[in-house]
């Protein structure tokens, strides 16, 4: 009855350091979509004259979830027209980052980004586009780093932190 117990509990503690690693791995990714996501955007909005609600409908279509849902979400609430753009960003927004593995880097250069769309002309939105694409990159470089750095050893940690509880329960 021990092994068992001692074998779940190896088990528990190394699929957690897998979890752990797997954000680690989906965060570049993740941010790596965004930033194709606001490219397309751009390009709805600045070449096809697209409005927002409509990109962002063809936009849900093309990314993969959880980036669709952030762009689904956004869209049914401008269809509503119960909240201008910023809160209906900000709101899509708060539901999706429970979603992905973004940290508060991203969120908060995204809330940025939300405060100023729909409010300028298409060559000023089309500079915060860019920006924002800008700032992303500089999360996903770091977003990497950290992934190449400690994605192995949370792996290994997590095995270890198993035996351990096992070594002390023993």
């Given at each position: 009855m021990n092994v068992i117990g001692a074998?779940?509990?190896?088990?528990?503690t190394t699929w957690a350091g897998f979890e752990w690693a797997k954000r680690l791995q989906e965060r570049p990714k993740q941010l790596r979509q965004l930033k194709v996501a606001l490219q397309s955007l751009e390009a709805e909005i600045v070449y096809g004259l697209t409005p927002l609600y409509e990109a962002s409908?063809?936009?849900?279509?093309?990314?993969?979830?959880?980036l669709s849902l952030?762009?689904?979400?956004?869209?049914?609430?401008l269809?509503?027209?119960?909240?201008?753009?910023?809160?209906?960003?900000e709101e899509s927004l708060e539901i999706i980052k429970k979603h992905t593995a973004f940290q508060k880097g991203e969120i908060e250069v995204?809330?940025?980004?939300?405060?100023?769309?729909?409010?300028?002309d298409r060559d000023h939105q089309q500079k915060q586009i860019r920006l924002t694409i800008v700032h992303l990159e500089r999360?996903?470089?770091e977003a990497e780093e950290l992934q190449r750095r400690y994605e192995n050893m949370v792996k290994s940690l997590g095995v270890l932190i198993g035996l351990l509880i096992v070594i002390l329960l023993i």
């Open positions: 074998v779940c509990i190896i088990l528990a409908i063809n936009l849900s279509k093309q990314m993969k979830a959880p952030f762009f689904d979400g956004l869209a049914e609430r269809y509503t027209g119960r909240c201008t753009v910023q809160e209906a960003w995204l809330k940025q980004f939300g405060s100023t769309l729909g409010r300028h999360e996903e470089k």
